[in-house]
């Protein structure tokens, strides 16, 4: 069993910055492959980026690549999503989830554990 912890989402302007955290409970937390998604109002959950046990690969989502970085630190059970140069199409709630699988799925369905959600607004 997982347990997941985001933090760090707010209200920002466009062109800001913001990182969201997600700590995990589990003793075994390199054994999972750690991902976030995020859904807006009215929308899916989508796919945001994920990361493999040991942070030696990542993947993520068109609309994010060169503005948004997923690392881990496995000594804090933590994950990390740094996300720069921020638009108000980025507005959602993030969840943090967590998988023993790798390459990871990109639908919600084949992530075993989530978060709680938390919330990102950007403004003009």
């Known amino acids: 069993q997982v347990q997941l912890v985001e933090s760090g989402g707010g209200l920002v302007q466009a062109g800001g910055s913001l990182r969201l955290s997600c700590a995990a409970s589990?003793?075994?937390?390199?054994?999972?492959?750690m991902g976030w998604f995020r859904q807006a109002p009215g929308k899916e959950r989508e796919f945001v980026a994920a990361i493999n046990w040991y942070g030696t690969n990542t993947a993520s989502t068109d609309s994010v690549k060169g503005r948004f970085t997923i690392r881990r630190d496995n000594a804090k059970n933590t994950v990390y999503l740094q996300m720069n140069s921020l638009k108000p199409e980025d507005t959602a709630v993030y969840y943090c989830?967590?998988?023993?699988?790798?390459?990871?799925?990109?639908?919600?369905?084949?992530?075993?554990?989530w978060g709680q959600g938390t919330q990102v607004t950007v403004s003009l």
């Open positions: 989830a967590a998988d023993a699988a790798w390459p990871p799925k990109r639908t919600m369905e084949a992530w075993d554990y």
């Open positions: 589990a003793r075994t937390f390199s054994n999972y492959a």
